[in-house]
């Protein structure tokens, strides 16, 4: 009977609460995935993270590369704290954000990450809790997501609005990409796409290998992507990775750089889809995290 009465506050609480949480400006989610690894979404989701943050824009980073997190080393990153933390230790969401260059925010994996993701009830609403609180506080939302799937990852990646794909010219590249893009497609149709092809030896070679992903995409899902460009294969990234900075910080000058500043600007330019039933983020998540089952 207690435990009636509490759960009925709590959903009064909640209620009450609910036109405030949607009347303020929510954060854009956005899902950074490749098919496969090797591709550089990590580098990727880093400069994008940074170039957004040059814009004015603040930005939340999360690692969610299961098990394999390495968002730090990209940036000279702390890592005391990872998201383990807030599950096992009871630490808040905030304790556990770092700072990173330009003013951004970021969440380490942490190497426990991957058993959480067998996740309790308990640790989905406070997991869904936390997001929602911080969905108010930053402009976007990223999750480098790894290429390992679970229930759980793949709940998040599902329920983010917008889903940025990585590939290469490799023909395993763009097969992979695209198997990813049809299963994310095929759970929300609503979901906006980008592509950017990264590697590329011309800019000639970059619009071609967008061009083939989109046809195949515009063929059988009968969706159109939007490419924001193309990344050169550059020395300077490799620099960069060791001496553990960003390349768009340590070499702005670089071609890859410039490329790179030209597709945060052309991404933060794109007018979001808008659509009078779409499902908010936090929304989806819960109802996922519902519908989907809960492990005791």
């Known amino acids: 009977m207690n435990d009636q009465a509490a759960l009925l506050r709590q959903k009064m609480m909640q209620k009450s609460l609910r036109p405030k949480l949607e009347s303020r400006n929510q954060a854009k989610t956005l899902a950074i995935v490749s098919g496969k690894g090797g591709v550089g979404k990590t580098n990727i989701s880093v400069n994008l993270a940074i170039g957004l943050a040059k814009l004015n824009k603040k930005v ?25 933390d807030f599950f096992e230790k009871d630490y808040l969401m905030t304790e556990i954000i770092q700072a990173g260059p330009e003013g951004i925010s970021y969440i380490h994996g942490g190497s426990a990450f991957s058993k959480l993701f067998d996740w309790k009830k308990a640790y989905k609403e406070k997991w869904v809790s936390a997001l929602e609180s911080l969905a108010g506080q930053y402009d976007f939302l990223l999750f480098d997501m790894g290429a390992g799937a679970t229930k759980e990852s793949l709940n998040i990646l599902e329920a983010a609005d917008e889903v940025l794909a ?26 906006s796409f980008y592509l950017v092809c990264n590697r590329v030896e011309t800019t000639k070679e970059g619009q071609e290998t967008a061009n083939r992903l989109k046809g195949t995409m515009e063929t059988f899902l009968n969706v159109t992507p939007v490419f924001l460009g193309s990344l050169p294969e550059d020395s300077y990234v490799r620099k960069a990775v060791k001496s553990g900075n960003p390349f768009i910080l340590s070499y702005p000058k670089t071609k890859i750089s ?21 499902t908010s983020f936090i929304v989806k998540l819960r109802r996922f995290f519902t519908e989907r089952g809960d492990h005791e």
Do not use: C, W
């Open 166 to 191: 990585v590939t290469t010219p490799e023909p395993t590249a763009m097969t992979d990409a695209y198997s990813m893009i049809k299963f994310i497609y095929m759970r929300d149709r609503q979901k």
């Open 258 to 278: 410039v490329s790179f500043q030209q597709i945060v600007n052309q991404y933060a330019d794109v007018p979001e889809k808008i659509f009078e039933d779409r």
């Open 60 to 84: 939340l980073l999360f690692d969610m590369d299961i098990g394999m997190g390495n968002i730090h080393h990209l940036i000279n990153g702390n890592t005391s704290l990872s998201i383990a």
